[in-house]
């Protein structure tokens, strides 16, 4: 069983272009934890094992993912004053206390808007009426994502014959999806899925990215290769919508033959 443990790091300042180290020491948690930095600053997420740096809200000012990544970093320049949450999908949720961090953006907006003050036209006092909230309640721990393993298991050869599982190849700049729920052992409740995937036969030098069906393409690639090569590699990806998968070949022109194994999931 997994176990996500929270690492207690006092907030510390970094300078443009300093780094938050991922899962350091075998411990998943993000170090230092609250950081803050000035708008116009970058942020780099330094990762040493499978997360992801993932901010809480969807939509602005600040939003960032950088999918799941083995190993290497990621960035992101912050420009807006405010505190903007984010998580590690594999080990947490929005709003967490197991995987979480905290980037706090403080100072003057990288880009400003001057505003004009208002001619005053009249010296009455407004009336005003008090707001009564309710207190929240208390936010529920997340759990931690359980992986287990499987046999490994070929879900999908584009070498074969046409069809969802099969032919014909990847073409180049062109996405295709891929159904892994109820797939080799792979259940409906699966969040994300453990993969070996391989390119063979390829027409040009290019990439493979994969990544949850109907969310953006990540900048980070799965799989890179020369043409004509045959190349394999252990990724883990979420599972989006209708439990599938998408990949995307990277190739400025041409084909090239896609391979699925699966190895495990999260759930």
């Known amino acids: 069983m997994a176990v996500c443990l929270l690492a207690l790091v006092a907030g510390a300042v970094l300078r443009a ?24 600053e970058t942020v780099t997420w330094n990762f040493h094992a499978s997360h992801t740096t993932t901010s809480d809200s969807p939509t602005g000012p600040e939003v960032w993912d950088s999918g799941i990544l083995s190993s290497g970093t990621f960035a992101h320049t912050f420009t807006t004053p ?4 984010y998580y590690c999908f594999l080990h947490s949720n929005p709003g967490g206390t197991a995987m979480n961090g ?23 006092i407004p009336t005003l009426t008090p707001t009564v909230t309710a207190p929240a309640g208390p936010t529920p721990t997340p759990l931690a994502l359980v992986f287990h393993a499987v046999t490994p298991c070929r879900v999908a050869d584009t070498r074969g014959a046409n069809g969802p599982y099969g032919g014909p190849a990847l073409q180049a700049g062109i996405g295709r999806n891929f159904v892994i729920a109820g797939q080799c052992g792979i259940p409906p409740s699966a969040r994300a899925v453990a993969f070996n995937v391989t390119v063979t036969q390829p027409t040009a030098q290019g990439h ?7 969310a953006p393409v990540p900048l980070a690639s799965t799989l890179n290769y020369r043409a004509g090569q045959t190349r394999a590699n252990n990724a883990i990806a979420p599972l989006g919508a209708g ?8 190739q400025s022109a041409g084909t090239t033959h896609f391979i699925i194994d699966v190895t495990g999931y999260f759930e």
């Open 208 to 214: 493979i990215t994969l990544y949850p069906a109907g």
């Open 17 to 40: 272009d300093q780094t938050v180290e991922v899962g350091q020491g075998g411990s998943l948690s993000f170090s230092p934890n609250p950081v803050t930095v000035s708008p116009g």
């Open 243 to 250: 439990g599938a998968v998408a990949a995307v070949c990277g």
């Open 102 to 124: 905290v980037v706090n953006v403080v100072g003057a907006s990288a880009t400003s808007t001057p505003t004009r003050t208002p001619t005053r036209t009249s010296t009455a």
């Open 82 to 85: 405010g505190s903007y949450p």
